[in-house]
Protein backbone atom coordinates (compact mmCIF):
# COMPACT_ATOMS: atom_id res chain seq x y z
CA UNK A 1 0.00 0.00 0.00
CA UNK A 2 1.19 3.65 -1.04
CA UNK A 3 2.71 5.49 2.11
CA UNK A 4 1.49 9.68 2.67
CA UNK A 5 3.00 11.76 5.22
CA UNK A 6 1.07 14.34 6.56
CA UNK A 7 1.86 17.14 9.00
CA UNK A 8 2.01 21.26 9.87
CA UNK A 9 4.95 23.57 9.13
CA UNK A 10 4.24 24.65 13.02
CA UNK A 11 4.87 23.37 16.53
CA UNK A 12 1.92 24.78 18.15
CA UNK A 13 0.08 22.24 20.14
CA UNK A 14 -3.58 23.67 19.34
CA UNK A 15 -2.05 23.99 15.29
CA UNK A 16 -5.13 24.85 12.80
CA UNK A 17 -2.12 23.86 10.09
CA UNK A 18 -1.92 20.32 12.17
CA UNK A 19 -6.25 20.55 12.26
CA UNK A 20 -6.15 21.01 8.97
CA UNK A 21 -3.58 18.65 7.61
CA UNK A 22 -4.83 15.73 9.50
CA UNK A 23 -8.31 16.19 8.39
CA UNK A 24 -7.41 15.99 4.67
CA UNK A 25 -4.96 13.16 5.34
CA UNK A 26 -8.64 10.95 6.78
CA UNK A 27 -9.92 12.17 2.99
CA UNK A 28 -7.05 10.63 1.12
CA UNK A 29 -8.41 7.04 0.00
CA UNK A 30 -6.60 3.79 -0.09
CA UNK A 31 -3.34 4.72 1.35
CA UNK A 32 -1.88 4.23 4.90
CA UNK A 33 -1.24 7.68 6.37
CA UNK A 34 1.46 8.91 8.89
CA UNK A 35 0.66 12.12 10.50
CA UNK A 36 3.81 13.79 11.87
CA UNK A 37 4.31 16.31 14.59
CA UNK A 38 7.72 18.87 14.61
CA UNK A 39 7.01 18.16 17.75
CA UNK A 40 9.03 15.10 18.04
CA UNK A 41 11.85 16.49 15.45
CA UNK A 42 13.42 19.36 17.60
CA UNK A 43 16.45 20.68 16.17
CA UNK A 44 19.25 23.64 17.77
CA UNK A 45 18.93 26.75 15.12
CA UNK A 46 20.72 26.36 12.32
CA UNK A 47 24.12 27.78 11.80
CA UNK A 48 27.01 26.47 9.66
CA UNK A 49 29.39 27.32 13.29
CA UNK A 50 26.82 24.35 14.64
CA UNK A 51 26.79 22.28 11.48
CA UNK A 52 30.89 22.42 11.33
CA UNK A 53 31.12 21.55 15.60
CA UNK A 54 28.38 18.96 15.91
CA UNK A 55 27.15 17.50 12.57
CA UNK A 56 23.36 17.44 11.07
CA UNK A 57 21.22 16.62 13.83
CA UNK A 58 19.96 13.26 13.95
CA UNK A 59 16.27 14.54 14.13
CA UNK A 60 16.82 16.13 10.53
CA UNK A 61 18.15 12.80 9.00
CA UNK A 62 14.94 11.06 10.47
CA UNK A 63 12.85 13.68 8.81
CA UNK A 64 14.01 13.78 5.99
CA UNK A 65 14.34 9.94 6.12
CA UNK A 66 9.92 10.09 5.96
CA UNK A 67 10.00 11.89 3.21
CA UNK A 68 12.01 9.96 1.46
CA UNK A 69 10.15 6.76 2.66
CA UNK A 70 6.66 8.46 1.26
CA UNK A 71 4.73 8.29 -1.74
CA UNK A 72 3.42 11.23 -1.01
CA UNK A 73 3.57 14.90 1.36
CA UNK A 74 0.80 16.88 2.65
CA UNK A 75 2.08 19.47 3.74
CA UNK A 76 0.02 22.74 5.70
CA UNK A 77 1.90 25.66 6.52
CA UNK A 78 1.32 28.15 9.05
CA UNK A 79 1.88 31.51 8.29
CA UNK A 80 3.96 34.01 10.35
CA UNK A 81 4.51 37.39 9.54
CA UNK A 82 3.87 36.57 5.91
CA UNK A 83 6.34 33.72 6.05
CA UNK A 84 7.35 30.11 7.30
CA UNK A 85 7.17 29.44 10.92
CA UNK A 86 10.60 29.62 12.20
CA UNK A 87 10.37 26.34 13.47
CA UNK A 88 9.06 24.93 9.77
CA UNK A 89 12.02 27.34 8.40
CA UNK A 90 14.72 25.94 10.48
CA UNK A 91 14.01 22.22 9.37
CA UNK A 92 13.53 22.80 6.12
CA UNK A 93 17.50 24.48 6.26
CA UNK A 94 18.88 21.60 8.44
CA UNK A 95 17.62 19.10 5.75
CA UNK A 96 18.32 21.10 2.71
CA UNK A 97 22.06 20.67 4.21
CA UNK A 98 21.73 17.09 3.77
CA UNK A 99 19.75 17.24 0.18
CA UNK A 100 19.28 19.98 -2.03
CA UNK A 101 15.95 18.47 -3.34
CA UNK A 102 14.96 17.43 -0.32
CA UNK A 103 11.47 17.21 -1.32
CA UNK A 104 12.63 14.23 -3.56
CA UNK A 105 9.74 15.08 -6.29
CA UNK A 106 7.37 13.35 -4.09
CA UNK A 107 3.72 14.40 -5.38
CA UNK A 108 2.66 17.55 -3.00
CA UNK A 109 -0.71 18.76 -1.16
CA UNK A 110 0.11 21.80 -0.28
CA UNK A 111 -2.10 24.01 2.23
CA UNK A 112 -2.01 26.97 4.41
CA UNK A 113 -5.18 28.13 6.62
CA UNK A 114 -5.06 31.09 9.16
CA UNK A 115 -7.19 32.72 10.82
CA UNK A 116 -8.07 35.41 8.61
CA UNK A 117 -8.95 36.19 5.31
CA UNK A 118 -6.16 35.43 3.40
CA UNK A 119 -6.12 31.69 4.63
CA UNK A 120 -2.26 31.58 4.63
CA UNK A 121 -2.07 32.59 1.33
CA UNK A 122 1.11 34.56 1.27
CA UNK A 123 3.40 31.96 2.70
CA UNK A 124 1.64 29.45 0.12
CA UNK A 125 2.79 31.24 -2.71
CA UNK A 126 6.14 31.56 -1.39
CA UNK A 127 6.52 27.66 -0.56
CA UNK A 128 5.23 26.63 -4.49
CA UNK A 129 7.57 29.37 -5.96
CA UNK A 130 10.68 27.81 -3.71
CA UNK A 131 9.88 24.51 -3.75
CA UNK A 132 10.03 23.87 -7.05
CA UNK A 133 13.73 24.17 -6.65
CA UNK A 134 13.70 21.75 -4.26
CA UNK A 135 12.65 18.89 -5.52
CA UNK A 136 8.80 19.77 -4.70
CA UNK A 137 6.50 18.21 -6.95
CA UNK A 138 3.57 20.32 -5.80
CA UNK A 139 0.71 18.80 -7.85
CA UNK A 140 -2.34 20.93 -6.28
CA UNK A 141 -2.62 23.33 -3.19
CA UNK A 142 -5.76 24.80 -1.20
CA UNK A 143 -5.74 27.84 1.06
CA UNK A 144 -8.39 27.81 3.69
CA UNK A 145 -9.21 31.37 4.58
CA UNK A 146 -11.02 32.48 8.38
CA UNK A 147 -10.27 29.21 9.75
CA UNK A 148 -12.64 29.66 12.69
CA UNK A 149 -15.68 30.37 10.38
CA UNK A 150 -15.00 27.88 7.97
CA UNK A 151 -13.80 24.78 9.66
CA UNK A 152 -15.39 22.80 12.00
CA UNK A 153 -14.38 19.23 13.44
CA UNK A 154 -16.99 17.49 10.37
CA UNK A 155 -14.29 19.45 7.69
CA UNK A 156 -14.70 22.11 5.72
CA UNK A 157 -17.80 23.92 6.28
CA UNK A 158 -18.31 26.39 3.08
CA UNK A 159 -19.66 24.39 -0.09
CA UNK A 160 -17.21 26.18 -2.37
CA UNK A 161 -14.48 25.73 -0.35
CA UNK A 162 -15.03 21.95 0.46
CA UNK A 163 -15.57 21.23 -3.28
CA UNK A 164 -11.97 23.32 -4.51
CA UNK A 165 -10.53 20.62 -1.14
CA UNK A 166 -11.76 17.65 -2.98
CA UNK A 167 -10.69 18.63 -5.98
CA UNK A 168 -7.51 19.25 -4.84
CA UNK A 169 -7.49 15.59 -3.04
CA UNK A 170 -8.36 13.95 -6.07
CA UNK A 171 -5.52 15.66 -7.68
CA UNK A 172 -3.12 14.08 -5.39
CA UNK A 173 -4.37 11.09 -5.44
CA UNK A 174 -4.31 10.53 -8.78
CA UNK A 175 -0.87 11.69 -8.85
CA UNK A 176 0.40 8.87 -6.11
CA UNK A 177 -1.46 6.43 -8.39
Known amino acids: MKKII???GSNSKNSINKQLATYVANQVNNLEIK????????LPLYGIDYENDYGIPENAQKFLGEIKSSDGI???LAEHNGSYSTVFKNLFDWMSRIDGKLWSDKPMLLMATSPGGRGGATV?????A???FMGG????YFSLPSFSQNF??????DESLKQELNSAISKFEKAIY
Open 6 to 8: AFA
Open 35 to 42: VLDLNDFE
Open 74 to 76: LLS
Open 124 to 128: LEMAK
Open 130 to 132: RFS
Open 137 to 140: NIVA
Open 152 to 157: SVDGVI
